[in-house]
């Protein structure tokens, strides 16, 4: 049979083994002062980083809207123009028809007034003529 100390080293073992599935933990090593400082600086670094450049690109956000309004004002401005040009046009033109059209229905109306003068010169030369005839 066994010695009693070597059933005391394998009841031990079985013990070991069946209590616990995981016999040896790690953990991480703490960092050092130096080391956490160093992460910090470098996460300030690159917010720096970041930091500069969205500062470049609301810069450059600011030019590009400046040139847009620019550009939008002179567009605005030249058919503004334009269009008022247009209407100074349009408004000389409807003069010119007006004008025309006074002119015309005055010589319309002087015409009408000649063939009314010429029509009754006729009508009266015709009733002239009856009555001679009826003498």
């Known amino acids: 049979m066994l010695s009693p100390v070597a059933c005391s080293f394998r009841s031990s073992a079985l013990r070991a083994s069946f209590t616990s599935s995981r016999a040896f933990r790690s953990t991480r090593p703490a960092k050092t ?28 956000g600011e030019k ?20 008022d040009q247009a209407i100074h046009e349009a ?19 002087q015409k009408l007034n000649q063939a009314r003068g010429t029509a009754a010169k006729a009508k009266e030369e015709k009733e002239d003529i009856q009555r001679e005839m009826t003498k």
């Open 91 to 109: 408004e000389q033109v409807y003069d010119d028809v007006g004008d025309q059209a006074k002119h015309t229905s005055k010589a319309a109306s």
């Open 64 to 83: 590009v809207t400046q040139s847009t309004k620019e550009t939008l004002g002179t567009a605005a401005s030249k058919s503004k123009d334009k269009a």
């Open 33 to 60: 002062v130096t080391e956490k400082v160093s992460e910090v600086a470098d996460k300030v670094q690159v917010n720096k980083e970041v930091g500069k450049r969205l500062a470049s690109a609301i810069e450059k």
